[in-house]
Nanobody, 116 residues
């Protein structure tokens, strides 16, 4: 059974930084995409960033230049470095892995709160 565990969330002041991690355990091979999503209260879950097998990345417009996604396939881990955080970045952040069979695996979420 595959399990994704996020860490690194917390409370930070505006302008600060956080680094999120998401590690997979269990039998998962051939991870095609690793991504981060977030959901703020009363809003739909939205894509933050995704990184594909060969390192190509996509970012939401509102995080470009501030967030950086990276992956470590040997450890089945994805990271999200978040700099210059803003109060509007406050949300629960979820990681998602997609394998080459198009199976999706989600983490349980980690809270990020940015105070003004």
């Amino acid at each position: 059974q595959v399990q994704l565990v996020e860490s690194g969330g917390g409370l930070v002041q505006a302008g600060g930084s956080l680094r999120l991690s998401c590690a997979a355990s269990g039998s998962i091979n051939g991870i095609r995409a690793m991504g981060w999503y977030r959901q703020a209260p009363g809003k739909q879950r939205e894509l933050v960033a995704v990184i594909l097998t060969f390192g190509s990345t996509t970012y939401a417009d509102n995080v470009k230049g501030r967030f950086t996604i990276s992956r470590d396939d040997a450890h089945k881990t994805v990271y999200l470095q978040m700099n210059s955080l803003k109060p509007e970045d406050t949300a629960v952040y979820y990681c998602k892995f997609t394998d080459f069979r198009h199976n999706d695996y989600w983490g349980q979420g980690t809270q990020v709160t940015v105070s003004s």
